[in-house]
T-cell receptor, first 110, second 117 residues
């Protein structure tokens, strides 16, 4: 099956710093989602981004499907950005199943 | 919009008993729902795909007789953990796909933390 690799696995930032999270996938995908899992376990949809670039406030994402990677940018990080960021992909014709990466654990310190 | 709820949010049960977890799409209809399991500090693993009005499709290694899934309506899927054992303790998360949305986007519930003593 498709492999999804995220890097870095852990990231510690000072409040106000910027960061880039990466997601590589091993095969062509139909689509891709980025999630933030908060400390209570809730998965929050950040981006649904099969290709191109999207922005939402301090967050933006870029997917280059032909090169099999996606990037999540966090600017001016805040302590509330802490948590685990997951990349998940859809693969296979008509498949709605998501395959998750192992996540990047982000800790933003004041 | 696109809100998914789960109930209960946490449950403690004794070994050998059964536990039912509900997953509801509150403001959309979902022909397809998914059940995931997440162990501490690990990623989400798909357990099964639940289709309204038909049998669920289980991933390899998931015991269908132990994890019973029922998707009786377009807004409700249930997962029943039968004869629970301590190794079934985990965080169970459901997701749903909006039937009217041509996109593949899934929306996730807040999860249910199961502890089997």
């Amino acid at each position: 099956g498709i492999q999804v690799e995220q890097s870095p696995p852990d990231l510690i930032l000072q409040e106000g710093a910027n960061s880039t999270l990466r997601c590589n996938f091993s095969d062509s995908v139909n689509n891709l989602q980025w999630f933030h899992q908060n400390p209570w376990g809730q998965l929050i949809n950040l981006f649904y981004i099969p290709s191109g670039t999207k922005q939402n406030g301090r967050l933006s994402a870029t997917t280059v499907a032909t090169e099999r990677y996606s990037l999540l940018y966090i600017s001016s990080s805040q302590t509330t950005d802490s948590g685990v960021y997951f990349c998940a992909v859809y693969s296979g014709a008509g498949s709605y199943q998501l395959t998750f990466g192992k996540g990047t654990k982000l800790s933003v310190i004041p | 919009g696109a809100v998914v709820s789960q109930h209960p949010s946490w449950v403690i049960c004794k070994s050998g008993t059964s536990v039912k977890i509900e997953c509801r799409s509150l403001d959309f209809q979902a022909t397809t729902m998914f059940w995931y399991r997440q162990f501490p500090k690990q990623s989400l693993m798909l357990m099964a795909t639940s289709n309204e009005g038909s049998k669920a499709t289980y991933e390899q290694g998931v015991e269908k007789d132990k994890f019973l899934i029922n998707h009786a309506s377009l807004t409700l899927s249930t997962l029943t953990v039968t004869s629970a054992h301590p190794e079934d303790s985990s965080f169970y998360i459901c997701s749903a796909r909006d039937v009217t949305n041509r996109l593949y986007e899934q929306y996730f519930g807040p999860g249910t933390r199961l502890t089997v003593t």
